[in-house]
């Protein structure tokens, strides 16, 4: 049974056009949404068919239209021919032995907000982002067990529940996992965990900037990895011939962690600084140390916030910028980056921009990247497109 929001006339064309975020403020009669999961008919406020979608909470959303045909049901034939045609256009990565790492179905992008699905050597993990979009999870399910070959399917539930992830063993079906699974990337191994809550162990959207950090960059240069997580990033610039890492991340886990991600590439652990510290006193100490570096790395999350201070991406960039100006060396590459959806390219090269005139110094973009393209995203919701990633050369 189907529920019918009407839109509202001013938003008409958006939603006919292909937007998908159903948005509470677009709806005239947003009080009919009652239960996560209902089927929505969606409509103009003149009647004018839009499309078909689910209520589902999600960030600044409330659901997701999924269809824009009047023939079409959400049902398991949506499902299949969706992930089916997705793990079509992934054809090169599974066919790919040095990359076993990668996305298969990514939400909008794949004609599906709301959803994600990773594989790793074998087994699917599929991210569920709210409440209403977990629903139909028999079906995302039955769709991978008919249609690939799985060893074994995770799932992670990232909707919150009283503010927190919903810990949970996170295994479907198939066989369980023995972790760490080693995955590959590009040829360099990485360590994954499929049940250790909602991140597994590394970042596939950086895909691209850590080969272009080991092809092109590392050769000869000190290594600052800020927010360092498990270490991929310095991992694939020692791989390129850096001559030191040195890892910085406030989590206690950062450093079993980054030192089991060095250990599985043969890399001497020892060789390297890892350190468990708030990135911004290790700034701090840096710059009474003097210590400078030739590639500082700085790909904070969105939101942090540690016992003294709070961090946000939006409003907060351009001084964690100034901070890394500090103690690159001249010459030196700075690689920032940030995966807000809310902050646009434009938006992000302000605060390049601001940082370096406020230093005094000058700079250089070399190169740029977005997420690859097992990250598919849609020409309608351009916040899909979320990851902003410069190469920026300091010239004294």
Do not use: C
Not at 102 to 124: H, K, L, P, Q, W
Not at 140 to 150: E, N, P, R
Not at 199 to 228: C, H, K, P, W
């Amino acid at each position: 049974m189907e529920t019918t929001v009407k839109v509202k006339m001013k938003l008409a064309d958006k939603y006919q056009s292909g937007f998908p975020l159903i948005m509470k403020d677009a709806l005239v009669n947003a009080e009919v949404l009652t239960k996560e999961g209902q089927h929505l008919n969606v409509v103009d406020e003149q009647g004018t068919y839009i499309g078909k979608g689910y209520y589902g909470l999600q960030n600044k959303g409330v659901g997701w239209v999924l269809t824009n045909k009047h023939d079409e049901n959400i049902d398991q034939s949506l499902f299949d021919r969706k992930i089916v045609k997705a793990l079509g256009l992934r054809r090169k990565y599974f066919d790919d032995p040095n990359t076993t790492a990668f996305r298969v179905f990514n939400g909008e992008g794949d004609g599906i907000g709301g959803v994600t699905i990773d594989y790793f050597a074998g087994f699917y993990v599929i991210h569920w982002y709210s409440e209403g979009i977990y629903q139909f999870k028999d079906e995302v399910v039955q769709t991978l067990k008919t249609q690939t070959d799985y060893r074994g399917i995770y799932e992670k539930k990232r909707f919150a529940t009283n503010g927190k992830y919903l810990d949970d063993d996170d295994f479907i079906t198939g066989e369980r996992g023995e972790f760490p699974l080693i995955v590959k990337e590009n040829g360099v191994n990485v360590a994954v965990y499929l049940n250790e809550g909602a991140m597994v162990g590394v970042f596939m959207d950086q895909r691209e900037v850590r080969q272009a950090i080991r092809d092109r960059y590392a050769e000869g240069r000190t290594v600052l990895n800020t927010f360092s997580y498990t270490g991929a990033f310095s991992v694939f610039a020692a791989m390129g011939g850096a001559t030191k890492t040195t890892n910085v991340d406030l989590a206690n886990r950062s450093l079993p962690k980054t030192i089991e991600q060095f250990s599985i590439n043969g890399l001497d652990y020892e060789a390297q600084d890892i350190i468990v510290d708030d990135v911004f006193k290790f700034f701090k100490f840096a710059g009474r140390k003097q210590h400078k570096y030739e590639m500082v790395i700085l790909d904070p999350p969105s939101f942090a916030r540690s016992k003294k201070m709070t961090f946000s991406a939006a409003k907060d960039y351009t001084n964690l910028l100034k901070e890394a100006i500090a103690i690159t060396e001249s010459n030196g590459l700075i690689i920032a980056s940030t995966n807000h959806a809310g902050v646009s390219r434009k938006k992000f090269r302000t605060f390049i921009d601001k940082a370096f005139k406020e230093t005094g110094l000058g700079y250089n973009i070399v190169e740029e990247f977005s997420l690859p393209d097992d990250y598919r995203v849609t020409s309608t919701y351009p916040d899909g497109d979320y990851l902003k990633v410069l190469f920026i050369k300091v010239v004294s």
